[in-house]
């Protein structure tokens, strides 16, 4: 039986309405929750956990709104955590899209992989006029991309 | 010691580059299009606006790729990044930034040349037409996606006989995100 050696876990893209635009995986073995669960329940954590990283801040000038709410243009507080099995890294852009990657937690930063993703996605799904924005979209010229620079980065 | 690049000309340099006649002949023909399909003047002027916001939604995120600007709340760095950055990437001409207002809402974007009006001039019958009203629109749609709500009106048009063409930028205001799901689900 071949084994499957890939770092990459699985990709989420939400815009800043909580939509999941698009859910592409690599390796998943274990899922606990239907997919529409899962994706409200990553949103919410990291809604929550970016606020939370820009509160505890020990530079933070106090000037921030310190209610719930944050316009997405303030820019990343956090970028990635890590545990024993996993390590999720988000880039989130001053237009509210975050892409979420999960791997294998031996990778190092992925802030520049997830900049290179983020162009994928100009490239090949803002750029496409057929498109919806705000809609989740699938597109083959965008999987197959993703696929061949996720390669290289393992 | 290497000459000092101005902010806009590494993402000049990164974007593909079509031939500027084309561009320039492409949106001429838009415009007379759109004068034949709507024969009204303040009609043409709206639809134009409706597409520049179509495009400024998309490009918004194109501009903030290849830029690398991460950080967005300001009104000031904002109409800055637009001038010199977002201009020359994507129309191959740098604006100006002017004419602040006292409490940092409005400014003014000058713009020196301006591509879209090459080999143009407007007949007697078409005076009350912004020709490049889908600049206005571009930037009122990018800005609406980083929670920015604004105005964007064109205070001077070269094709009207001014020396400049100078838009208008008005802040109304910033929308911060709304946590969209309900507590209780």
């Known amino acids: ?154 | 010691m290497a000459p000092t690049m101005r902010p806009g000309d590494a993402a000049f340099a990164a974007v593909e580059h079509v031939n500027a006649e084309l561009f320039t002949l492409t949106y001429g023909a838009i415009v007379r299009q759109l004068l034949t399909d709507f024969e009204e003047i303040e009609e043409v002027n709206k639809q134009l606006d409706t597409m520049g916001y179509n495009i400024g939604i998309r490009l918004i995120d194109d501009f903030l790729a290849k830029s690398n600007v991460t950080r967005c709340t300001e009104f000031r760095e904002t109409a800055d990044a637009i001038a010199k950055v977002g201009f020359k990437m994507f129309l191959g001409a740098t604006a100006t930034v002017s004419n602040w207002n006292s409490d940092s809402t409005e400014c003014s974007l000058i713009l020196e040349e301006n591509p879209l009006v090459d080999f143009v001039e407007l007949p007697e019958t078409c005076q009350g037409l912004h020709y490049c009203n889908i600049l206005c629109g571009v930037i009122r749609g990018a800005l609406e996606m980083i929670s920015m709500r604004t105005e964007v009106k064109w205070i001077r048009d070269m094709l009207h006989g001014d020396d400049a063409f100078e838009m208008r930028l008005k802040l109304l205001d910033q929308v911060p995100e709304e946590y969209p799901y309900k507590d209780d689900e």
Not at chain 1, 31 to 36: D, H, M, N, P, V
Not at chain 1, 47 to 56: C, I
Not at chain 1, 74 to 98: A, D, W
Not at chain 1, 148 to 153: D, E, I, S, W
């Open chain 1, 1 to 154: 039986m071949a084994t499957v050696r890939t770092r990459m876990r699985c990709l989420y893209v939400f815009n800043r309405n909580g939509i999941c635009l698009h859910y592409h995986v690599w390796l998943r073995p274990l899922i606990t929750l239907s997919a529409q669960q899962d994706q409200k329940l990553l949103f919410g954590l990291l809604y929550s956990l970016k606020s939370f990283a820009a509160k505890v801040d020990p530079l933070s000038t106090g000037k921030e709104n310190l209610s719930f709410q944050q316009p997405p243009g303030q820019g990343c507080s956090f970028h990635s955590f890590r545990t024993n099995t996993y390590k999720l890294s988000l880039l989130e852009t001053p237009s509210g899209i975050k892409f979420i990657l999960v791997t294998d937690p031996r990778m190092g930063d992925l802030r520049d992989a997830m900049k290179y993703i983020y162009n994928i996605y100009v490239e090949y799904v803002v750029k496409n006029p057929l498109y919806e924005p705000g809609q989740p979209f699938r597109c083959e010229l965008f999987n197959s991309t993703l696929d061949q620079y996720v390669k290289t980065l393992e």
